[in-house]
């Protein structure tokens, strides 16, 4: 027997004393308070039950959502969850003029049984997986390739039989994105990313880090020849890491941002060329630098990046 159940069985043993030989007696008896004798006993239906502790929390408060901004939730999460998920949906609401926290909106929704169950527990992992947080924008960007998943092509690019590449870098720090879309997986165009990618950053990057594929490194193909990219960061004054073999949870920031492009973007739009892709991407782009992220404290990439600029 739990002790709310326990409890409630007690009150009932003075209710029923109260009903023989006065309420007054029973208080003094049980040395309970009197007032707490007459309320059991009004409250009692016959069966202890009726005499569990009721909850103490209260039925309002005074900074409790407002039926419009219940509104504003059901609205937001109609239009956008089903696409971009809580951060997403919460991005809509604050767009139609939400004020209140993510959190706020997570328990307001939660509340409002707009949450359905509980999501099942991930096991824990072997090994910790996760490295310090750097401090310094651009201190080290993380740079990958994704191939175009081939059911987003269409028209020509389908007829075609082409090949469309997604380039992603990443800032460690503030996790700012800079994206961009080429037909061909060649070192030649990830010079031309690199170049774009110095304009796009408004800080100086001074590591870049990437896996050991041909359009970053010839490491395992050649002894002599250089890889144009290498060959562009030694001349910026850039230095380049690789990551291990087969490691690509050391890349993890790129890797996620890919997963998340994939559910965000991919499995949505169709693209006929590279410039579609490209104009598509943007739109994206914009979106993602500007999503709350839980692991910054709900702060968007660009909010986060703006504080260690006005800081330094």
Request: with cysteine; glycine share 6%.
């Amino acid at each position: 027997m739990n002790r709310i159940a326990q409890e409630a069985r007690s009150r009932q043993a003075v209710v029923k004393l109260a009903m023989k030989k006065g309420k007054s007696f029973a208080a003094k008896k049980y040395g309970v308070s009197l007032s707490s004798v007459k309320r059991w006993c009004k409250r009692y239906d016959g069966t202890w039950q009726s005499l569990k502790e009721l909850s103490h929390r209260p039925k309002s408060h005074p900074r409790q959502h407002t039926p419009q901004e219940e509104d504003l939730i059901r609205k937001a999460l109609d239009a956008s969850f089903f696409r971009y998920g809580w951060e997403g949906a919460y991005m809509t609401a604050k767009a139609e003029g939400y004020t209140r926290s993510y959190s706020g909106f997570l328990y307001a929704a939660r509340r409002m049984g707009l949450c359905g169950g509980k999501a099942e527990k991930k096991p824990p992992r072997k090994h910790d997986r996760r490295y310090p947080e750097l401090s310094v924008p651009g201190e080290k960007v993380q740079i990958d390739v994704k191939e175009v998943p081939y059911y987003c092509l269409k028209g020509a690019a389908k007829r075609d039989g082409k090949h469309l590449y997604q380039w992603t870098a990443i800032d460690e720090c503030t996790r700012v994105r800079f994206v961009y879309g080429f037909e061909e997986h060649t070192p030649e165009n990830t010079v031309r990313f690199f170049k774009m990618l110095q304009k796009a950053f408004p800080f100086k990057i001074q590591t870049i880090q990437t896996d050991n594929g041909t359009e970053f490194t010839y490491k395992y193909i050649s002894d002599t020849e250089k890889c144009p990219f290498d060959i562009a960061l030694e001349a910026a004054g850039i230095s380049h890491k690789l990551i291990p073999p087969r490691t690509p949870w050391h890349n993890g920031k790129v890797e996620r941002s890919h997963r998340n492009d994939q559910r965000y973007f991919y499995d949505w739009e169709k693209f006929s060329d590279v410039k579609e892709l490209n104009e598509k991407l943007k739109v994206h782009l914009a979106w993602s630098n500007r999503k709350p992220m839980r692991t910054l404290g709900g702060k968007s990439p660009l909010e986060l990046l703006k504080e260690k600029l006005a800081a330094a």
